[in-house]
Structures are given as C-alpha cells and as structure tokens.
C-alpha cells in the first residue's frame, strides 16, 4: 500500500501563488510518474501536470507558463508551484503516482481544495 498526502491548498486571490505538496510513504521501491490533477465541480478530472522519475514534464496548456511541477525523490514528494492564479484554476487538486514494489502499483490522494477568488 501507497499512500499519498497532500498539502498547501486554500484560498488566495487572482494573480497570488500557492505551493501544493504531496509525500509518498508506505511500501515503495521505486516511484515512476507522479503528476497533478484537478476536478472542479461539475467538470471531469484532468491532468495539470506531470513528471517523469528522469524529470520529464509535461503540463496541461491553460497551465503552461504559470505552474511548474518539481519532485525531490529522496523524499519522494512532488511539488506544483502555482503562479499568477485565476479564477478557472479553481478546483480540488489530487496527486497521482504510480511505481513498483513486487508489482506495479498506482496511487491517488484523497484531494487539497484550491480556491482563487476575483
């Protein structure tokens, strides 16, 4: 088992930054991706941004330019620097991993509220 905790989440107005986190603990050996996904109320998950265990990024494009996405392996934690806010980015932000430990396994969290307010 995996799990994955995230934190920085909360209320900032437009044009502010928030930091989110998110550790890994539990039976890892080693993690491949760890990304950043979003769900705002009435719309389907999708993907804010991602990172490979080489550091490869990938973001989605309403993010490109103002998120950036960093891990540490060491201690296996991801990090989505968030800048220049807007309202639209408002969401719950879910971490996502996905490694090997006997067998391949894949993880969410439970979820961190990101609120931009006009």
């Known amino acids: 088992q995996v799990q994955l905790v995230e934190s920085g989440g909360g209320l900032v107005q437009a044009g502010g930054s928030l930091r989110l986190s998110c550790a890994a603990s539990g039976s890892i050996f080693s993690i491949n991706n760890m990304g950043w996904y979003r769900q705002a109320p009435g719309k389907q998950r999708e993907l804010v941004a991602a990172?490979?265990?080489?550091?490869?990024?990938n973001y989605a494009d309403s993010v490109k330019g103002r998120f950036t996405i960093s891990r540490d392996n060491a201690k296996s934690t991801v990090y989505l620097q968030m800048n220049r806010l807007k309202p639209e980015d408002t969401a719950v932000y879910y971490c996502n991993a996905d490694g090997w430990y006997g067998s391949s396994w894949l993880s969410w969290g439970q979820g961190t509220q990101v609120t931009v307010s006009s």
């Open positions: 990172i490979t265990s080489g550091g490869t990024t």
